[in-house]
C-alpha cells in the first residue's frame, strides 16, 4: 500500500505496532490514518480512540475479518472508513482521496463564513466546529458533514440513502446499509442526546432524519 500511495504523491509513514504508530501520531503532522485491527501489541481500535482524543484527521480501519461487529465498533470510535482484506490496492487508494478531499474542504478558509444556528447548537462550516450550549463538540470530518447536510435541510426529512450518497459518492448505497445509523448514534451521544427522545436529531423510521428543534 505504501507503494501504490507513494506513486500518487502522498508522503507515508508506516508503522508495524501500536507503539510506533503512537509516536508518529504525537509527533508528525499527519493528515489521514490508515490503521490495521490486528497489531502485535494493541488493537487499531485502541490507535483509534487514541487518535480521537485530540485530532480529527480522516481514520480508515483494515481488517481482516468480515464482521459486522467490528465495523460498527470501528465506526462507533471515530473511524470514517472500514475497508475488509482482500482489497484491491487501487480501492483503498481511492478511499484514501476521497477522504482527504473531504477533510481539506472543510479544514481549508473560506472567503465567507457559513453558520448554522439552531437553538443552542451553532455548526461553522468554515471552522469547522460545533458547539451545543457554548461547549465544543469534537467530531470527525465524516460526522460533521452529516450534521451540516440535516442543518441544511432543517425541518425537512433527508434520507439515510441521500445522505450516504451525498457523504460516500463514489460507492453505491445498499438497501441494509446501517453506516449513516451507526455516525447519527455517534453525533447523538457526543451531544448527549436521550436515546429515546432526542431534542435535535429525529428519527422517522423507514424513512430517515431531520432537525427540528
Known amino acids: 500500500m505504501a507503494v501504490y500511495l507513494k506513486d500518487e504523491g502522498f508522503e507515508v509513514l508506516k ?9 508518529y501520531i504525537n509527533t508528525e503532522d499527519i493528515d489521514l490514518a490508515i490503521l490495521d485491527l490486528m497489531l502485535p501489541d494493541m488493537s487499531g481500535f485502541g490507535i483509534c480512540q487514541k487518535i480521537r482524543e485530540e485530532f480529527t484527521y480522516p481514520v480508515i480501519m483494515l481488517t481482516a475479518r468480515d464482521d459486522e461487529f467490528d465495523k460498527i465498533n470501528g465506526l462507533m470510535i471515530g473511524a470514517d472508513d472500514y475497508v475488509t482484506k482482500p482489497f484491491l490496492p487501487l480501492e483503498l487508494v481511492a478511499r484514501v482521496k476521497a477522504q482527504l478531499r473531504r477533510y481539506h474542504e472543510f479544514s481549508k478558509e473560506r472567503k465567507q463564513e457559513k453558520v448554522y444556528v439552531i437553538s443552542g447548537l451553532v455548526l461553522n462550516e468554515s471552522t469547522h466546529e460545533c458547539f451545543l ?8 470530518p465524516t460526522e460533521f458533514h452529516i450534521l451540516k447536510i440535516l442543518c441544511k435541510n432543517k425541518g425537512h426529512v ?4 441521500d445522505i450516504f450518497k451525498e457523504i460516500y459518492q463514489d460507492e453505491i448505497y445498499i438497501k441494509n446499509n ?7 448514534r455517534h453525533i447523538r451521544e457526543k451531544m448527549k442526546e436521550s436515546i429515546s427522545k432526542p431534542k435535535y436529531i429525529k428519527t422517522v423510521w423507514g424513512v430517515g ?4 428543534y
Not at 508503522?15 to 509516536?23: D, K, M, P, V
Not at 450550549?133 to 470527525?140: C, S, V
Not at 433527508?158 to 440513502?161: I, K
Not at 432524519?209 to 427540528?212: G, H, L
Request: glycine residues 4%.
Open 178 to 184: 446501517n453506516t449513516i445509523a451507526v455516525h447519527v
Open 133 to 140: 450550549n457554548e461547549k465544543e463538540i469534537k467530531l470527525t
Open 209 to 212: 432524519y431531520k432537525i427540528e
Open 15 to 23: 508503522a508495524y505496532t501500536g507503539r510506533e504508530a503512537l509516536n
Open 158 to 161: 433527508v434520507s439515510s440513502e
